[in-house]
């Protein structure tokens, strides 16, 4: 499995992140998971991957909060995030663009 890209599944409900990291590893990716914001955190500077696929209502750290985190370290800016979320109002898209996902 080395040489496959990385991706890091943050979703705190377990059947959802079960779902998105069967369907990720599926294309060829290599998956590691997070059920909350901190914990991923952690797992960035431990094993920092090559995508991260982050739900934005998170435990303890919302996925916003951590996009702006990463976003803001030397080591992460550059690691794509994408965002995920039920929410639907175009002013909370254009905060997910403008925090860096």
């Given amino acids: 499995?080395?040489?496959e890209?990385?991706?890091l599944v943050v979703e705190d409900e377990p059947a959802?992140?079960?779902v998105l990291a069967y369907n990720i590893k599926?294309?060829?990716y290599q998956v590691i998971t997070a059920e909350a914001?901190?914990?991923a955190l952690v797992l960035v500077?431990?094993?920092p991957p090559d995508v991260i696929v982050?739900?934005?209502m998170l435990p303890h750290v919302s996925?916003?909060?951590v996009c702006r985190q990463l976003k803001m370290g030397v080591d992460t800016a550059r690691i794509p995030v994408i965002m995920l979320s039920a929410r639907s109002e175009e002013t909370d898209k254009i905060r997910g663009l403008e925090t860096g996902a």
């Fill in 16 to 18: 959802q992140r079960e």
């Fill in 37 to 39: 914001g901190d914990e």
């Fill in 54 to 56: 982050l739900d934005w």
């Fill in 63 to 65: 996925g916003i909060e």
């Fill in 45 to 47: 500077r431990e094993t």
């Fill in 26 to 28: 599926a294309e060829g």
């Fill in 5 to 7: 890209p990385l991706v």
């Fill in 1 to 3: 499995m080395a040489g």
